[in-house]
Nanobody, 113 residues
Framework: QVQLVESGGGLVQAGGSLRLSCVVSGTIVSLNAMGWYRQAPGKQRELVALITIGGSRNYVDSEKGRFTISRDNAKNTVYLQMTSLKPEDTAVYYC???????WGQGTQVTVSS
């Protein structure tokens, strides 16, 4: 059974940083593309960052230079390092096993101004 469990969210002031973690069980992260998504209140869920099986990283333009997706194969975990956070980054952040219906439960990130 595949499970994804996110953690690391919280309340942070604008300009601060957070690192989100997504621990995966039931499959091997290095054999899957993995994505981080977010959903702000009243908005659709959107892709933030993607890491491919080969380790290539892709970001939405607005997050380039501020967010970094990475993977620790030994821990079967995917991370999202977020820096220079802005109030508009406030959302629930989810990880997903790409191209599948497997999602984590989400972790709330709130950035105060």
């Amino acid at each position: 059974q595949v499970q994804l469990v996110e953690s690391g969210g919280g309340l942070v002031q604008a300009g601060g940083s957070l690192r989100l973690s997504c621990v995966v069980s039931g499959t091997i992260v290095s054999l899957n593309a993995m994505g981080w998504y977010r959903q702000a209140p009243g908005k659709q869920r959107e892709l933030v960052a993607l890491i491919t099986i080969g380790g290539s990283r892709n970001y939405v333009d607005s997050e380039k230079g501020r967010f970094t997706i990475s993977r620790d194969n030994a821990k079967n975990t995917v991370y999202l390092q977020m820096t220079s956070l802005k109030p508009e980054d406030t959302a629930v952040y989810y990880c997903r096993l790409s191209n599948t219906g497997y999602w984590g439960q989400g972790t709330q990130v709130t950035v105060s101004s």
